[in-house]
């Protein structure tokens, strides 16, 4: 049984400080596992989120109102011991440019 490392639970809001939603990041203990990121929509609306590394987008999820979504981290996405996670709002158009896989 592997047991999964927590790092901190931390909060989206938006520009106005209102608290959109919390995630967590669970970083596995053997290469072998897929890293998770669990999203928790503390809205009433539908929202969509971005799941970033070091700053570029690798995931869109949509949550709804006042649910949990599970985003694994899949391997294509490169994610290595050292890279920053972060969800943050996903509030308008992003142009793909491919180096989020580099």
């Keep these: 049984m592997a047991i999964l490392v927590n790092e901190n639970i931390e909060e989206v ?3 106005k400080g209102e ?3 919390t995630y967590e990041y669970i970083r596995p203990p053997r290469p072998t596992l897929i ?3 669990f999203i928790w929509n ?6 969509m989120f971005r799941v970033c590394k ?3 987008p690798i995931a869109f999820p949509l949550v709804h109102p006042h ?3 599970t985003v694994p981290i899949k391997r294509f ?4 011991e050292n ?3 972060t969800v943050i709002e996903h509030l308008d158009e992003y142009v793909f440019d491919g180096t989020e896989f580099d």
Aim: hydrophobic share 30%; aromatic share 0%.
């Design 13 to 15: 809001r938006n520009s």
């Design 83 to 85: 890279d920053v996670i």
């Design 19 to 21: 608290l959109r939603a």
């Design 35 to 37: 890293p998770l990121v």
């Design 67 to 69: 649910t949990r979504k």
């Design 77 to 80: 996405m490169n994610v290595r």
């Design 42 to 47: 503390d809205t009433d609306d539908l929202q």
């Design 54 to 56: 070091n700053g570029k």
